[in-house]
């Protein structure tokens, strides 16, 4: 059974807070239910943040998504971060997929093959992608669950990351066409918001009159404490509270969105 729902956080402008929003929200969602992390980004950004672990060359050489994909078998990759969070780390390897997928003949629903062996062993899979609109982002997009495939589509308040919306919602319906029919747009987070900026009203009102609908109602705002977390990590950091705060309603507005 495909019953863990995917949620894909993806925008192909950079430094959107892909990987601090997936790997926030996936340390939120483990407090109740199972989740599996999977990072696409041969950056490593999202590897770093949930394990702490900066060799990331050395650490999980021969054991990351690369391999996951290309066995067509996600099991031997998965690690253990903590009590209901498991990952599936990535390294700069990653940059040899599009080569070695074709070597193999592997066609954009191999990410698919390769979690469903897993897939009922979770409630949720949350997956982060690079800023590209590679295949490492139309793979997730493209992975089918019974029990829903979402994109939450990031954006960071700037007139770049405003362009990328339209080219990654297109990226969205060709995946849906193609592997995925019931793959959604979840919604569109605004996150790295600066309460002093100017052009923020002007930028929601404009994504509101685009996307009825599809703005979340949290926002993440910019804060130092957020920013941080990739030093300091989850455990036993002090500021976690405040580091967290805003993603609280965010992961709340998710599952009611996708429920
Ligand atoms: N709410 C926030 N407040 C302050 N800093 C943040 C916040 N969210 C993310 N950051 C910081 O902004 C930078 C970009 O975030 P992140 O790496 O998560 O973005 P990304 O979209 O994954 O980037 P890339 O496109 O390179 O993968 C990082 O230094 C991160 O720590
Ligand atoms: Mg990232």
């Known amino acids: ?6 949620i894909t956080f993806g925008i192909s ?17 483990s407090k109740e239910e199972k989740v599996l992390a999977i990072d696409m980004d041969g950056q490593g950004n999202l590897t770093n943040f949930l394990t702490g672990e900066y060799d990331i060359c050395n650490a999980f050489e021969g054991k990351t998504v690369l391999e996951a994909i290309l066995n067509e078998d996600a099991r031997s990759c998965i690690i253990k971060i903590k009590e209901n ?11 040899t997929l599009p080569r070695r997928m074709f070597e193999k003949g592997l066609k954009l629903d191999a990410l698919q093959k390769a979690l469903e062996p ?11 992608t690079p800023p ?6 139309v793979m997730p997009l ?32 060709g995946a849906k066409e193609r592997y995925n029919p019931t793959l959604k747009t979840v919604g569109i987070l605004f ?6 900026a100017k052009e923020n009203d002007v930028m929601e009102e404009s994504v509101d009159e685009d996307y009825p609908n599809l703005k979340f109602k949290s926002i993440i705002r910019r804060k130092a404490a957020t920013r941080r977390l990739a030093i300091s990590g989850f455990d036993g950091n002090t500021e976690l509270k ?11 507005e998710l599952k009611e969105r996708v429920r």
């Open 242 to 252: 405040n580091a967290i705060e805003y993603y609280i309603p965010f992961v709340k």
């Open 13 to 29: 402008k950079g430094g959107c807070s892909k990987s601090t929003s997936s790997g926030i929200t996936s340390y939120l969602l």
């Open 132 to 137: 590209s609109l590679s295949e490492q982002t």
């Open 191 to 196: 996150s790295l918001i600066d309460a002093r």
């Open 142 to 173: 493209s992975t089918y669950s019974e029990a829903g495939s979402y994109a939450v589509i990031m954006f960071d308040g700037s007139m770049f990351a405003y362009y990328a919306i339209p080219k990654f919602l297109e990226i969205i319906e």
């Open 85 to 95: 969070l498991d990952m599936i780390p990535s390294n700069d390897f990653l940059a």
């Open 118 to 128: 897993v897939m009922e062993d979770y409630d949720w899979i949350i997956i982060d």
């Open 1 to 6: 059974m495909l019953t863990a729902k995917i």
